[in-house]
């Protein structure tokens, strides 16, 4: 007897892993641990390495733009394996010290890599698999996430700031490595097949007006309220508190292993409670845990706080993207997910230019702490206000 075909979702799950790692935990996170070793090698200053992780937001929100209209020509599995290489290859690149122009170039490409990668990735391989995988599929793919920030994490204080270039090229490495590794999963012929019908924008109805304000709303703010984790935690550790390099990196790796296991636990806590519950939860302690610093930089404080926003970073994604199915099912996901990513990158790029320039202004940590647990507290507050999903009301 002929047993039946078994759908191979953990290949699928782990090639959405690295793509995940390539372009979120260490296109994007990496930077945190390495912006410290940047000042003291005096290859940037404090104001130029700010602006240097603001080109990467930026890059993040172009990509979020060109990605389907990108896959719609060139086809899903091309984009994301060239995507792949170009984060490498801006990670090689940035091993070389030519200025800041130089460094601004290679990271604005990484951050539209980055975002290529996140809204077509994961999506292409999900369509792939039956729907009862998808769960513990969607859970080791953002894990990749966290996996990234705790490589990043060993890897920058390792080499410190005398070895800067080894930094750079030792993340390239483990870079390639993911790359010849999920390189060929993207290929497979299921893959190239499903593929073309993923890359049409599924036929479902938009988002009921006043829950797709609030949700939009509020998950836009979270894009402000994370922004001095991802983007200056370990310079505020390192030259802010006076903390050594290696305990910047230690910090930044228990925030590497809360985004690892935080959307699965989000998701677990969703299935109990419901999507709407968790997202207004998840917002209220994420900004508890932003605010944390100002209250106190105890140890405990300091690790509550980096497990807690690493934890609810790419848990946010995933609880925000269940509840856009919640409320328009299946059939309307992708269109709202779509328009959901998009406000949420022009937010975070606007933000991470906002935060870079005062900081390089006043050299202060507290306004950016401040700025950030105040966008959560709102974005709580708005969503709160999104109202059950109801059938009659919809847009488009």
């Not at 935990?25 to 930077?31: A, K, M, Q, V």
């Not at 800041?100 to 951050?111: D, Y």
């Amino acid at each position: 007897m002929n047993k039946p075909a078994s759908s191979p979702w953990l290949p699928a799950a782990a090639a959405g892993m690295c793509a995940l790692l390539i372009g979120i935990g260490l296109g994007r996170f990496s930077y945190v641990a390495l912006l410290p070793l940047m000042i003291d090698a005096r290859w940037a200053s404090p104001g130029g390495a700010a602006q240097i992780a603001a080109a990467n937001l930026i890059g993040y929100l172009l990509g979020a733009l060109i990605a389907h209209r990108l896959a719609l020509k060139a086809g899903t599995v091309r984009v994301v394996r060239i995507a792949m290489v170009c984060v490498l290859l801006s990670f090689a690149a940035c091993g070389i010290d030519l200025g800041l122009a130089w460094f601004w170039g290679w990271r604005f490409l990484a951050g539209v890599s980055g975002a290529l990668l996140m809204i077509l990735a994961a999506p292409h391989l999900l369509g792939q698999l039956p729907v009862a995988q998808r769960g513990k599929a969607a859970g080791i793919m953002f894990s990749g996430v966290g996996w990234g920030v705790v490589l990043s994490g060993f890897a920058a204080p390792a080499f410190g700031a005398a070895q800067l270039p080894l930094a750079w090229f030792a993340l390239a490495a483990m870079i390639g490595v993911c790359v010849l590794w999920s390189w060929p999963q993207y290929g497979k012929p299921q893959m190239e097949t499903h593929g073309q019908s993923h890359a049409r924008p599924a036929q479902g109805r938009m988002l009921p007006r006043s829950a797709l304000l609030a949700l939009l709303v509020a998950y836009s703010l979270d894009a402000i309220g994370y922004l001095p984790h991802t983007v200056f935690w370990v310079e505020y550790l390192v030259h802010g508190l006076g903390k050594p390099v290696s305990a910047g990196g230690a910090y930044w790796v228990v925030f590497g292993l809360g985004a690892a296991l935080g959307p699965p636990v989000c998701g677990l806590i969703a299935d109990r409670i419901g999507f709407r519950k968790t997202v207004i939860g998840c917002l209220a302690i994420k900004g508890a845990a932003v605010a944390l610093p100002l209250v106190s930089t105890s140890t405990v404080a300091l690790l509550a706080s980096s497990l807690l926003v690493g934890a609810l970073s790419p848990g946010m994604g995933a609880v925000v993207s269940g509840r856009v199915i919640e409320i328009a099912g299946i059939g309307g996901h992708q269109r709202n997910w779509a328009l959901l990513t998009f406000s949420y990158s022009v937010l975070q790029a606007a933000g991470g230019h906002v935060m870079a320039t005062l900081y390089a202004t006043t050299h202060s940590f507290t306004m950016l702490f401040v700025i950030g647990a105040s966008a959560l507290g709102l974005a709580t507050v708005v969503a709160s206000l999104g109202s059950a999903p109801q059938k009659g009301s919809v847009l488009g």
